[in-house]
């Protein structure tokens, strides 16, 4: 008898988290949730398994997530293959045509492929997407700055369109759609672009409710090591100028109060190395990462 009242309790504390989670489906039904994957979450396979089963679950309870996935690594390890050379500038990678050609190879017919597999394996209707698909991801030829001057790349963009009636049209249904980082120009040619700035780009054509992040850190932090839970947009601006914020989190958080500005509801960098941290983000009371508002 006390086993079985034990596992009672047990059972009442199940239902007492999805109760927890009650509001915050109610309120997020129907609505769009973009999500950057990367970082350590591709590599591991417990976190690779974890957040198909997190993507899966906001199809299935009405939510409509979005999934743009990077894979540098994956492209560095096959240009490898092909004694290619990798070289960066100003953290972009340096793209002539047939570096080009292996990363649409890998991004689109590798790594794209192996989570679009990864979700209907967990029972989701997943379809894989590339910015040449429907013209997704129209883009303009990215240059960037070297000792003042503006130094061509190669085949690099930026997203100049995004086509969002392809992923209103399969959202709208049961799919979910998942992009990978090329995009095209008016002339038919392919560019990578950083998933970071595509995810941002997506989210903004939208009008997403959220855009999220998976890093490999716990989110932005105070001078004390602590994590910064919220903020607004003008306090991003204000953790920049007096060095709270410092380093590559600098870019992150741009882009991340970029996005808000231009109309994504909220936007979070949680820590990808958490198991089920998708979920824990949105339909817990306190979160796991920083999100940024433009709420004061």
Request: hydrophobic share 40%; aromatic share 4%; charged share 25%.
């Amino acid at each position: 008898m006390k086993g079985r009242i034990e596992n009672m309790e047990g059972l009442i504390k199940k239902a007492n988290i999805l109760i927890e989670a009650l509001p915050y489906i109610r309120e997020l039904y129907k609505k769009t949730i973009v999500i950057k994957y990367g970082g350590n979450a591709m590599i591991n396979e417990q976190l690779k398994k974890s957040v198909m089963e997190d993507v899966t679950l906001l199809k299935f309870i009405g939510l409509n997530p979005i999934v743009v996935h990077g894979g540098g690594p994956d492209i560095s390890a096959a240009l490898k293959t092909y004694h290619i050379e990798s070289n960066f500038i100003n953290g972009l990678r340096v793209t002539d045509k047939q570096t080009m050609d292996i990363a649409q190879m890998v991004l689109v017919g590798k790594t794209n492929k192996e989570i679009v597999s990864l979700l209907n394996h967990e029972g989701g209707k997943a379809i894989g997407l590339c910015g040449l698909d429907g013209c997704l991801l129209k883009c303009n030829k990215l240059y960037t700055e070297v000792d003042g001057e503006q130094t061509d790349i190669g085949f690099v963009g930026k997203v100049a369109e995004v086509n969002t009636k392809v992923l209103d049209l399969l959202t709208n249904d049961e799919y979910i759609p998942v992009i990978a980082p090329v995009g095209v120009d008016d002339e038919g040619n392919s560019y990578n672009i950083n998933a970071d700035t595509v995810a941002a780009a997506v989210a903004e054509a939208l009008k997403a409710e959220k855009l999220m992040y998976l890093t490999d850190v716990e989110g932005v932090k105070d001078n004390d090591g602590d994590v910064i839970f919220e903020m607004s947009t003008a306090q991003a601006d204000e953790y920049i100028n007096t060095g709270v914020i410092t380093g590559g989190m600098i870019p992150k958080v741009l882009a991340c109060k970029e996005a808000v500005l231009n109309g994504v509801n909220k936007v979070h960098i949680i820590d990808g190395r958490i198991q089920h941290s998708i979920l824990l983000e949105i339909f817990t009371k306190n979160g796991i990462g920083t999100m940024i508002t433009d709420r004061a």
